[in-house]
């Protein structure tokens, strides 16, 4: 099971941070493997709020719905689900002296026969996920 912790510190305040990764139709703007991202729903984001992303994996378009699955103040987790894997991502967001903090915790689950590939798919998501942190890092240290 993959899995990548990283924290990326921003000049964002953490209100402003949080507003940004909780909506993750801006997962777009950031994260290099994902080439399309929107919202389902509307109104305020909280538990059951839905997002579809296309991500790119090994030249194949993976369609995947992400639903907030946990939500908490300076905290929200998106799930997806499909026939070969389950995505978890946890996003928290908190203030750390003068700077804030985004704490981004993404857990891939294979299922089925890729469950067997498991150890050399590990490799392949860390890449991506180093990817996804350094675009992450681009974008928090835009200032508006």
């Known amino acids: 099971m ?3 912790v990283k924290t990326v510190r921003t000049a964002w ?3 402003r941070a949080f507003a940004y990764m909780a909506d993750f139709s ?5 994260d290099p493997g994902v080439e399309a991202a929107s919202r389902r729903d509307g109104g305020d984001i909280g ?3 839905a997002f579809d992303l296309t991500v790119r994996v090994g ?5 995947l719905r992400y ?6 103040p300076g905290r929200v987790t998106f799930t997806a689900r499909s026939a070969t894997l389950e995505s978890v991502d946890t996003v928290t967001v908190e203030r750390r002296g003068d700077a804030t903090e985004v704490r981004y915790d993404a857990r891939i ?3 089925g026969l890729l469950r067997l590939a ?3 798919l590990a490799l392949g998501f860390r890449g991506v996920a180093d990817r996804a942190i350094r675009g992450l890092e681009r974008r928090l240290a835009e200032v508006a």
């Open 118 to 120: 498991d150890p050399l």
């Open 26 to 30: 801006h997962a777009a703007e950031w």
């Open 2 to 4: 993959p899995h990548v």
């Open 109 to 111: 689950n294979f299922r």
């Open 47 to 49: 538990p059951g709020s």
């Open 13 to 15: 305040s953490p209100e």
């Open 67 to 72: 639903e907030v699955t946990d939500f908490a």
């Open 59 to 63: 030249g194949r378009r993976l369609p």
